[in-house]
């Protein structure tokens, strides 16, 4: 199946089954908002618990944070987002489509890597074992040819956007004849800045209201609360704080279902370091950061780092782990060493000494920084994309059927196990609706009794269900039950006393935490 036919399938899988709706529908919705039903808030909640817990439970020297959404207007100033938090926005004149300039030369920079990419695959496939990857990287032509114009463009495009020369953008534009995916013209206007952050106002007019900012991150709580942390927990460097919380961009192309929201949720963790130290502990988020995604089985083929070559004047290194999507390999988590920036520019626009006393080395100093920064619906995302699939099942007359499941990781699954009487009668529901009061304590349960058994595990499938338990006559006699397993569809025959060993360690998280 193409895959934007999967992507438009995910969409609409997500709406039918109660994981996301679009935001304000009977109103015709809202632009790039979203909401999450029954199911969804129950995985994103998962997800949440997998972040938090990997990184406050299990560190010591992790401390956790709940800042407001509204701050102090100067603490933007600081930041550098009032005169800074831009995107370079650029016009079709034909489409009328608006893009971000920054955008449309990436995704011609990540055209031709997929031209490199198709030479290195063909020549694989013609050598075979002896394939040396990184001599044909070396010596092809047509590799080195593609590989120079990407080195070339890069090295442009990142002298631009580190200078804001907007001009220079749309000459790289123009230069390598980029066309509006829509219209298929170059006929382009200027590139303009556009400021991301929404505004609102405080206090009413009579008293003088001011204008503040919706946050366009979370982590700028986390450094206005480095003090209070660090001298509340008597944290020692280093230490790092973690929060989640909502964050706020006016997107100007805000398109891709949940990948692009003007209103989305971040899970972010700022590491307080020794000086000199960051490049170290930058490297080992990295490491950790990667191996917590790829805790949950998805395939390590479907995740990459991509290191920065445009840095932010003051970063020192940054890069990001990017997911394979049904629209391509995109960022889901931002990884950066951000030196004493933000904690310095704090400290100017403040006033207020914000520095750590070094017990060991006797001396004060602003710590670096290190962040880990992911977006949850990114991440609810990517466990979608890569549960979702559609198989062709045999079925006994030789005809064929589709399921259509979500391979869920058992413990980010909204629903843990479903309990079905087979028919409504001969105290069947009665067994069952005990066995859900028994172990609704400990997991999300269902109890289902309508429309035949087939069909009720196909509904659970849909929705990620990864155990269904069904109560038959059997069960009356000698307690036992089956256990159907989603991903294989096998059934057993298993003990009702057994069921809640069975289940709680097939679903528990600490199963996927001790793996990272
Ligand atoms: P992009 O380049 O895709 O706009 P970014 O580099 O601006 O992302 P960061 O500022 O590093 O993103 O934010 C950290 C994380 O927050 C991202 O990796 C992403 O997972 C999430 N995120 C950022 N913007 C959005 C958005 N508009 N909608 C959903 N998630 C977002």
Known sequence: MAQDDVFKKL????KEYGYVFPSSEIYDGLSAVYDYGQYGVELKNNI?????????????NIAGLDSAIFMHPTIWKASGHVDAFNDPLIDNRDSKKRYRADVLIEEHLAKIEDKISKEVEKARERFGESFDEKKFRETNQRVLANQAKIDELNERFSKAMNGTDLAELRQIIIDNEIVCPISGSRNWTEVRQFNLMFSTEMGSTLEGSSKIYLRPETAQGIFVNFLNVQKTGRMKIPFGIAQIGKAFRNEIVARQFIFRMREFEQMEMQFFVQPGTELE???RWKEARMKWHQALGFGAANYRF?????LAHYANAATDIEFRFPFGFKEVEGIHSRTDYDLSQHQKFSGKKIQYFDPEKGESYIPFVIETSIGVDRMFLQVLSASYAEEELKKEDGSTDTRVVLRLPACLAPVKLAVMPLVKKDGLPEIAEKIVNDLRFEFNCQYDDKDSIGRRYRRQDAIGTPYCITIDHQTIDDKSVTIRYRDSMQQERVNIEALRDI?????????????I
């Open 48 to 60: 949440k618990k997998y972040w938090w817990d990997s990184m406050v439970l299990l560190n010591d």
């Open 306 to 310: 991509h290191d920065h070559t445009k």
């Open 281 to 283: 502990w930058f490297a």
């Open 503 to 515: 289940i709680k360690e097939k679903v528990s998280i600490v199963s996927i935490l001790r793996k």
């Open 11 to 14: 969409v609409a899988h997500s």
